[in-house]
């Protein structure tokens, strides 16, 4: 039998939580609108209140967050075709006819169409598709999921029959856990490979659109040009910290009039110098251009596909608009005027062939030659700007998942949840752009190595996309295989012409990428490991209720806050701490910080308490359930919203005693249905062997909502002893808390191999001693912080 207390807790129940789960398309969530109008007209879109008008503005302003990287390419696809020269005018129209079919098959059909629709709530990037599969089947390196998570109204996913192909793919992906070890590289290849390119993106558009210099002042030479280049990149990474909130509302109209800028050159290119390069529209002249034969036309293929840079940005971007917006700003603007932008160009290169090296500012008229350049300039920073916002974003998407050290995460906006700042990623970015634009000196070897880190992450959407047309939009297997195969033609045939500029500048992003690979496969593998330590360690429960209330020792007033990474069960660390001291706090409360695999948790679903064994041992769990979006902001209370979450558990707990002989309650609130079910199912880790005696889990509300119950529930609470708790809960809080936390060191065998020694202990080592630590993360006050520390080897 279940009981129901139907909520006099807040009133009505709203239908808005089954709501918000199941929003995806038009309901998009604009995280990082750029000024109070954007703020206003993302609180209307998400009321509904929708109308062609809005959708025109939010798609205005898309074009300074999500285009800026495609849309300045312009500035040196010609060149990087051409390193050369060009040999034959009729390459041009080949070259032109294949950067036309490029835009439309991969930004606009791909991109655009198919993959922004394949977003978490509307976050992109290779961690969000991870995040969508992860929820599908159980394909997480780290089994910490339990089936309360499945109850948030963020937690979204698709059902589908037994015998299906879907469900049959899910059984082979959960089957092996080297499979899923295969899925996590896959998209940390992806992620290091689009931080490669927010290095490799401020380094070829600053050092392209400086390059205009030379153009007007033939007697500035390559050098200038480089520190000129120099300068902008140290002052855009300088001033990071500062965020976009400020000057982002500039951001739109500065790619705006570069679009209109370049779409007005190229008609007047294509009108004055030769308007037959319009038949480029035609297929055939590629057909033609490979026919010459040349091994030179296979390769220009690496600079052709310059052209679609920013497709990858483009996605990773998407959160802050819905996808209709970003659709009508590329169909409407960024397509026509880069078809224009291009035609125009070869159109200038058909009369003057020589003038390759620097084609977009030899092709502009003199009277507006000054203008544009800084426009250019202003939208090369603005390209390079969204990059490492966009690489920001991926970091703490990393982070959430396990899969990076911790690193300070700073909110540079009080009104804009999106826009953070993570200070050692930004000196790394800038090292190693400096780096890159001072080592090369020139567009053609940067864009050797952007045209590499761009194919490989296309690649693995790809893959990445296969998976999800199969588990989440459970499309036929003939679509996913038509889908797969067309994008795999196009992306391999790139593939294979950027190989051969590997030793000519492609290899620097696989150095790099390399790099970040080892740090975040490593780091994972540590936390991994360490994770299964705690699981196969944890202490037996019958051995903490062998030892009575006083659990064996003196307990002295005040709590005791022991951070865990187990969701259940009592931790090893606590068999360590009250093994080794006199004394233990008249309360316990085990605190697990765990990340889901979505974008966001609300607050009001923030925090699941629950108790363990009877009530006169004073032992609690509160689990902190965080998005990979979310973050530890400074002015959040951490202790204080932990305190008020256990308040309201015992509130309503004292309410249910005695109401029904069943384990399990629901609770509705009034956002959407909150659950207190009870542990005996043993679903996850044997969780009844461990958390027993009235053990009950529940959703807990937000502070307010604890306030505005608190009249309701209080007399009951008192009538069956849960205000005699509280009170005893108090005093101990009164009396002082203290944060434990466990310095687990993590140690290789003598008889494990060299590879795993070089990872474990000096490679993780190292990391875990320059990484933040937990403390830090979570405000902890160093006079309340009490380190346990235990080794373990494997």
């Known amino acids: 039998m279940e009981a129901r207390v139907e909520a006099s807790i807040n009133g009505e129940i709203s239908e808005e939580g089954d709501e918000r789960g199941s929003m995806w398309d038009l309901d998009q969530k604009l995280d990082q609108p750029m000024d109070e109008e954007a703020g206003r007209l993302r609180n209307m879109y998400r009321e509904k209140k929708f109308s062609a008008f809005l959708l025109l503005q939010l798609s205005f302003q898309s074009l300074g967050i999500v285009y800026g990287d495609l849309g300045t390419s312009p500035l040196y696809v010609f060149y990087n075709t051409f390193p050369r020269g060009i040999k034959d005018p009729e390459d041009i129209i080949g070259a032109l006819s294949l950067i036309i079919y490029s835009l439309t098959l991969i930004p606009l059909l791909k991109y655009v169409f198919v993959v922004c629709k394949a977003n978490d709530n509307g976050q992109g990037g290779t961690f969000a598709l991870y995040s969508l599969l992860c929820r599908h089947a159980k394909v997480s390196t780290i089994p910490n999921q339990h089936r309360t998570d499945e109850e948030l109204t963020t937690y979204s996913r698709s059902t589908f029959h037994e015998h299906s192909f879907a469900a049959q793919t899910k059984r082979w992906l959960e ?22 390119d927010g290095i490799l993106t401020p380094a070829i558009s600053v050092l392209s659109a400086a390059g205009g210099l030379r153009v007007n002042l033939p007697q500035i030479n390559n050098g200038v040009v480089v520190v000129v280049a120099v300068v902008i990149l140290v002052s855009l990474f300088s001033v990071q910290h500062y965020g976009t909130d400020r000057v982002g509302w500039l951001f739109a109209p500065i790619v705006f009039l570069w679009f209109l ?15 037959s390069v319009l038949k480029a529209f035609s297929p055939v002249y590629i057909f033609r251009y490979f026919k010459r034969g040349g091994q030179d036309r296979w390769t220009s293929l690496g600079g052709i596909m310059l052209s679609i840079t920013g497709i990858e940005a483009l996605f990773a971007d998407l959160s802050h608009f819905p996808v209709p917006a970003v659709q009508i700003a590329f169909t409407v603007i960024v397509f026509p005027c880069l078809l224009l932008a291009y035609s125009g160009q070869a159109a200038y290169l058909r009369k003057f062939p020589h003038h390759v090296e620097d084609a977009f500012y030899q092709s502009i008229p003199k009277r507006v030659y000054w203008p544009m350049f800084i426009i250019a300039t202003a939208a090369a ?12 974003s991926l970091i703490k998407q990393a982070l959430a998942h396990g899969c990076f050290p911790r690193v300070k995460v700073v909110h540079t906006s009080r009104k804009f949840l999106g826009q953070i700042y993570v200070p050692d990623i930004n000196w790394i970015l800038m090292i190693l752009c400096i780096a890159v634009t001072a080592g090369f000196k020139n567009q053609n070897q940067i864009g050797n190595a952007y045209g590499t880190a761009v194919v490989i992450v296309m690649l693995v959407t790809t893959l990445l996309m296969m998976l999800i047309m199969i588990l989440v939009w459970r499309c036929h297997w003939v679509l996913v295989l038509l889908f797969t195969v067309l994008s795999l033609v196009v992306e391999s045939t790139y593939f294979s012409a950027v190989l051969f ?32 330590f705690e699981m196969h360690s944890k202490v037996s429960m019958a051995w903490i209720l062998g030892l009575g209330p006083s659990l064996g020792l003196v307990r002295v007033p005040g709590i005791g806050l022991v951070y865990t990474e187990l969701a259940s069960g009592v931790p090893h660390i606590f068999s360590h701490f009250i093994t080794n001291l006199p004394a233990i706090h008249s309360v316990v409360i085990f605190v697990c910080v765990k990340n889901l695999p979505v974008y966001t948790v609300p607050q009001e679903e923030r925090f699941l308490v629950k108790r363990i064994g009877p009530k006169n041992f004073h032992m609690f769990r509160c689990v902190a359930r965080y998005g990979y979006r979310d973050l530890h902001k400074k002015d959040d209370d951490f202790e204080k919203r932990l305190f008020e979450s256990l308040f309201l558990f015992v509130r309503l707990e004292s309410m249910m005693e005695g109401c029904s002989d069943s384990d399990d309650y629901s609770v509705c609130g009034s956002q959407q249905q909150q659950s207190i079910v009870g542990s005996g199912n043993g679903n996850e880790n044997n969780l009844s062997t461990f958390d027993t005696f009235n053990s009950i889990e529940s959703v807990i509300a937000p502070a307010s909502t604890a306030k505005r119950t608190s009249h309701t529930i209080t007399r009951s609470s008192q009538m069956s002893g849960g205000g005699d708790e509280m009170e005893f809960i108090n005093v101990s809080r009164e009396a002082g808390v203290v944060h434990i936390m466990g310095n687990t060191v993590v140690r290789a065998r003598r008889e494990a191999r060299f590879y795993k020694r070089i990872a474990i202990d000096y490679v ?20 309340s912080l009490l380190n346990v520390g235990q080794i373990f080897y494997v």
């Open 175 to 196: 089957k092996g856990t080297s499979r899923k070890n295969w899925l996590l590289v896959l998209v940390l290849v992806g992620t290091c490979m689009v931080i490669g």
């Open 261 to 275: 800028f370049i779409a007005s050159i190229g008609m007047y290119n294509i009108w004055k110098h030769d308007p």
């Open 381 to 392: 920073i603005v390209a390079s700007q969204a990059t490492i916002s966009a690489n920001f």
């Open 501 to 532: 500029k590997v030793n000519q500048g492609g290899w620097v992003p696989l150095v790099i990428a390399a790099a970040f690979l080892v740090i975040m496969y490593v780091w994972h593998y540590g936390t991994l490991k360490r994770y299964e």
């Open 764 to 783: 993780y080592a190292f990391l875990r001693k320059i990484c933040r630590e937990n403390s830090a993360i979570f405000n902890v006050p160093q006079e």
